[in-house]
């Protein structure tokens, strides 16, 4: 069915058993105090060399302690490193996948506080602080980190190294006119922009041999101005491979870039396949392609059609190690989908915490669960509410082998996430909705819908546990004037699901993800909104990449933003506020949609004194909150329990 995403491919002196490489991402966890990986690092990549995937990379491979993109990423520039990294391959390379180490250096985009770059140039946006710009010397001895890094790695065992020559990390300073205005030899022409890069390649080769597979990791172009350009790609893309290149692997975005390096759900997919497809024209080596390529028969198709070689896989890897195998096999509906979020991932990542899944909550607790058993004692689980939460606790339940019965009152499941899911851009929220619909009938779970939880049902059921996962609803605000106002008054939920309409003008009040959202859905329809956000910062609780994505949307749509407001009054038809220190008043509009804070809905919480069974929240009706908690929560409670 996927014939060309599933025949391998000779990279180098590497033959890889298919087209799928799982990219270098800098997860930022699974090391000691001396950044030495840990068990935990090791357990998180044997999951995903279980689930087939034909390359991995380690990401973040930092060459020089004064290059460290984030505090919590493997080192490759001491040969302590060596005994853990050996550990590692060893242990990963058991399931037959090739195994490389992604080697960079940050550069102005270092989360440290004495940063160095080709020009003492900030970085644009991100990360901030002051630069130094590198000397003679100290170049030249970053490259001899590079290739020392690379040879720690051969004898460590890995199969190849990547170097991140992207995303406006060093080497990418080097190349980019924007971040380099050196005047010697290392600035000024493209060839001496390049002139980091192949020395970095030639050294590589002369201390791990020409035989050891090096890739290269490279923008098609930075989406900044005058920043690396697609032509600039093209024309180094040939010498790189006279230079000895196993493959160039092609991707897009700097810190501050129109286009994000990490796209959420906004972003086409495949949005940086047209760089692959340009690149592969100029050379005979493979070309890797990436950015938002999460269906199976998409990637496919990239091969098929000869826009790449191989197709690179980020979240969709970490939010389904087995996407390969599964793919394989034809089983697409049973791949648990990356939804572009980017909160649990790079969001997470950037605030340096450790990396995560809102869809996966098992990342980075894999050396935790690889030796879970079933439980002593199969019970009979009744759980009360079919949005996302109650379906993730009732996969898990059912998963551990107990009865599992998942009542719903209304017709159909999906909860406010399936609302959510019909915002202009928003509709991939869908996929994990079907997911964990088709994991039900998959798990033989009992799902009942039109069926409110009741002591009748309780009684004939006759549960251990009952785990109530009901949601939230909007909370109604007491400001001066909202419930006297002649215009609709109406929630975020009414409009969304098309229950109420709403006039020409509209006011929305909350500037939370939920607000956005909802003058977004309003705008789309050619609506005139106002968003009144009485918060000091619009939609924290996004991952920022999701949130840019979704600002530059508003500005597009006619939609004016307010913060840090103070209400002093809504009128018949409009309302008077203070917004930095101005006196605002605001009329002619016609509704006012409430969308601020969420209530959770819990009258179900009285039947426990009726029955024996152990009653627990979860998910919105625990506390409103982001799709991570529910799901985390929901799969937490049947291990627990």
């Known amino acids: 069915m996927l014939s060309h995403l599933f025949r391998p491919i000779q990279i180098g002196n590497m033959t890889s058993k298919n087209r799928l490489l799982m990219s270098a991402m800098s997860i930022n966890f699974g090391v000691d105090e001396n950044c030495c ?51 590692m391959v060893k242990r990963v390379k058991k399931y037959d996948t090739l195994f490389g180490v992604q080697l960079m250096h940050g550069g102005r985009q270092s989360y440290l506080p004495q940063k160095v770059a080709p020009s003492a140039i900030p970085a644009p946006a991100v990360v901030k602080g002051e630069v130094r710009a590198l000397e003679i010397n100290e170049i030249k001895d970053l490259v001899a980190c590079f290739g020392d890094s690379a040879r720690r790695c051969q004898a460590s065992g890995f199969d190849f190294v990547e170097l991140h020559s992207a995303h406006g990390y060093l080497i990418n300073q080097f190349l980019a006119l924007n971040s380099n205005i050196r005047t010697d030899e290392y600035g000024g022409s493209f060839e001496n922009r390049a002139r980091f890069l192949f020395e970095i390649i030639e050294d590589i080769q002369e201390k791990t041999g020409k035989d050891f597979p090096i890739g290269v990791r490279i923008n098609g172009k930075d989406y900044i101005e005058n920043g690396w350009q697609l032509e600039d790609t093209a024309r180094i893309a040939p010498m790189l491979e006279r230079a000895g290149v196993a493959y160039i692997h092609v991707s897009g975005g700097v810190y501050g870039s129109t286009e994000l390096t990490i796209p959420s759900m906004y972003t086409p997919h495949g949005c940086f396949v047209h760089l692959a497809q340009e690149v592969r024209k100029h050379v005979s080596i493979p070309v890797i392609t990436v950015g938002r390529i999460k269906y199976p028969d998409h990637a496919n198709r990239i091969i098929k059609e000869g826009k790449a070689d191989m197709v690179a896989l980020g979240r969709s890897i970490i939010a389904d190690p087995y996407y390969p195998e599964k793919a394989k096999s034809g089983e697409f509906e049973k791949i648990r989908p990356c939804i572009g979020c980017c909160l649990g991932c790079i969001h997470a990542v950037l605030a340096k915490e450790p990396g995560s899944c809102v869809v996966n909550p098992d990342v980075g607790r894999e050396y935790k669960l690889k030796d879970e058993t079933g439980p002593e004692k199969i019970i009979t689980v009744l759980i009360t509410g079919a949005g996302p939460a109650g379906m993730a606790a009732a996969r898990q339940f059912a998963l551990l082998g107990h009865k599992t019965i998942l009542c719903e009152t209304k017709d159909a499941s ?135 994505y979704l600002r530059e949307r508003l500005k597009k749509g006619n939609v004016v933003l307010y913060k840090k407001v103070s209400i002093k009054a809504f009128t018949d038809n409009g309302v008077t506020f203070k917004a930095n220190g101005e006196d605002i008043s605001l009329s002619g509009f016609t509704s006012v949609v409430i969308s601020e804070k969420h209530s959770p809905i819990r009258d179900a919480k009285k039947l426990e004194k009726k029955t024996k069974a152990s009653f627990h929240f979860i998910g919105d009706a625990k506390s409103p909150r982001h799709l991570m908690y529910c799901i985390s929560e929901a799969e937490e409670i049947a291990r627990s329990v």
């Open 37 to 87: 990986v840990t068990d935990q690092l090791v357990q998180y990549f044997i999951e995903r060399a279980k689930g087939g995937v034909g390359m991995m990379l380690v990401g973040g491979g930092s060459v020089h302690p004064g290059g460290q993109e984030l505090p919590d990423l493997p080192q490759m520039y001491n040969d302590d490193c060596i005994p853990a990294l050996t550990d």
């Open 414 to 548: 999906g909860g406010l996430l399936d609302l959510a899911s019909k915002a202009p851009g928003r509709e991939e929220l869908n996929d994990i909705l079907t997911f964990f619909k088709n994991e039900m009938t998959v798990l033989g779970v009992d799902v009942r819908y039109n069926t409110p939880l009741s002591v009748e049902l309780i009684n004939q059921i006759n549960p251990d546990q009952v785990i109530l996962a009901t949601g939230s609803m909007p909370e109604m605000p007491v400001i001066k004037g909202l419930f006297q106002t002649k215009m609709d008054l109406v929630t975020n939920v009414d409009v969304i699901s098309g229950t109420e309409r709403v006039g020409e003008k509209v006011i929305v009040l909350g500037g939370g993800m939920t607000g956005l959202i909802t003058a977004d859905f309003l705008a789309d329809q050619g609506k005139e909104v106002v968003v009144l956000n009485r918060k000091k910062s619009f939609a924290e609780e996004m991952s920022s990449n999701d949130r840019y």
